[in-house]
């Protein structure tokens, strides 16, 4: 294992392990490719090392299936099956948050964020899972759809040792402020640029 030194040791009575232990709320930002495929990889480590992992999408089109979904899920199925590993759980903002009840109306995406949120802060009261991905949640944010005092105030109370990883462009300040690891991903050269559209396996 990586032994890295700190480059400071605060004086707040906690020892080098306790300080390791502790929750980490991480932040994956900019305008540059790899949040979410850096968020998933550590997801991939944390199922590895036992933990259960809950992902939460805030996407539009809950039809969008990218290949860490299908490779979070198949881990999540090898865990039940032979007890390797961590549970996994992926949820989808649309259809893919299981606790909404959907009727034939026009999609309210605002609401259904609301909804999310509301259920994912219930799970963090509760523990339910050892690390978080909320992907593309700096978005509903950004758009007012979900308070972010509201936020901070959960992530500050989680009880217990429940990592948390926050993707998404433009992460407000106070998440940043809050954030204990924040990486923010800068475009020097995108194929888009060129023209060329997303490919499979590299894009989804």
Known sequence: MPQGVPAVVPDDGLTTRQRRNSALLAVHTGDGKGKSTAAFGMAMRAWNAGLDIGVFQFVK????????????????????????????????????WSWIRHGDAETDHAAQAREGWTEI?????EETHDFYVLDEFTYPLGWGWIELDEVLDALAERPGKQHVVITGRRAPEGLVAAADLV????????????????????EW
């Open 121 to 125: 802060a219930r799970r963090l009261r």
């Open 183 to 202: 990486t923010d991903m800068t475009k020097t050269k995108h194929p888009m640029d060129a023209g060329r559209k997303g490919q499979k396996g590299i």
């Open 61 to 96: 089109n809950a039809k969008w299936k990218v290949g860490e979904e299908t490779a979070m899920t198949a881990l999540g199925e090898l865990h039940d099956r032979t007890g390797q590993g961590g549970p996994v759980q992926w949820h989808k903002m649309g259809s893919g």
